[in-house]
């Protein structure tokens, strides 16, 4: 991890819980989070993954580790894992729902069962954990961040699914803050554009295509992981006491940017024509 501008202890003594923690964007959060002092549950579907995570995590930061095997889709897996966690830690004081599934697919060859798998995962897998966890955030007068996209601020082709999916999330993420914000309970979310290494970007921007996609990004490149940590070190720390409801971007200027109607050199040609012109 390259040096944080946070103090190293900020988040020292919280336990965080983050769905799908042991890879891709949700290891960067979680090893984020433990950087400033949080122990780290996580729970996913993979025991090795999720293993090595941890064991890195413990070795790196030397906080207390917790891990269960669990899909999200699995409404009694997240109450159980949520209260091995309590058990086994203490307390719960920050959720992070990163699990998600993704794959490029037009709406007109999509499955109705590969629609509703992505809906399953990525929006109810995120009402699951929150509905599971609220009692022990009511206690720690905790915070969710839940971990959106920015492909449906437009239609983004092929990623009918996961719009919708994230759409949903969005909502969720602003309703239950208005819900929960009278127990004490912060909910925010985190928006990544395309962030470099990820499954995600192996799925969706393979090879040369990511490399065209850089050049649309405004600042030229992809995100890395430890950004999107940082993201979530800043909305999990008091510096955002007073910050509930709100889905933080954070993707390089990726979404509101579109690539030019005409290129450059084209316009600078009909610049200089038109100056030569007289009046
Ligand atoms: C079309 C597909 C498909 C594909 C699966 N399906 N893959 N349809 N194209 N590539 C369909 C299947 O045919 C099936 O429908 C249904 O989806 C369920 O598929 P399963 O393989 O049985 O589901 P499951 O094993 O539960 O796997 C879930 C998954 C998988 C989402 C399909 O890809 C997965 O586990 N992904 C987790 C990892 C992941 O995706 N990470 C990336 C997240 S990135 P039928 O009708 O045949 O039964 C991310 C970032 C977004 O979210 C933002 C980027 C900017």
Redesign the pocket.
Known sequence: MTISPFKADILKGKVAFITGGGSGINFGIAQALAAHGADIAMMGRREEVLKNACDEIKSKYSVRTFYKTGDVRDADMCAAALKATNETLGHLDILVNGA????L?PPEL?????FK??ID?DLNGTFNMCRYAYEYLKQSKGVIINIS???HYVGTLFQSH?SAAKAGVDALTLNLAAEWGHDGIRVCGIA???IGDT??MK??APGEVGEKLKRAIPLGRFGTTEEIGMAAVFLTSSAAAYITGETLVVDGGHWFAKPPMVPREVVEKMMQASAKKPS
């Open positions: 998600a599934g993704n794959f697919a999509l499955s109705p069962n590969g798998t992505v995962i996209a920015n492909l996961v990544p554009g395309p499954e995600g799925r969706l």
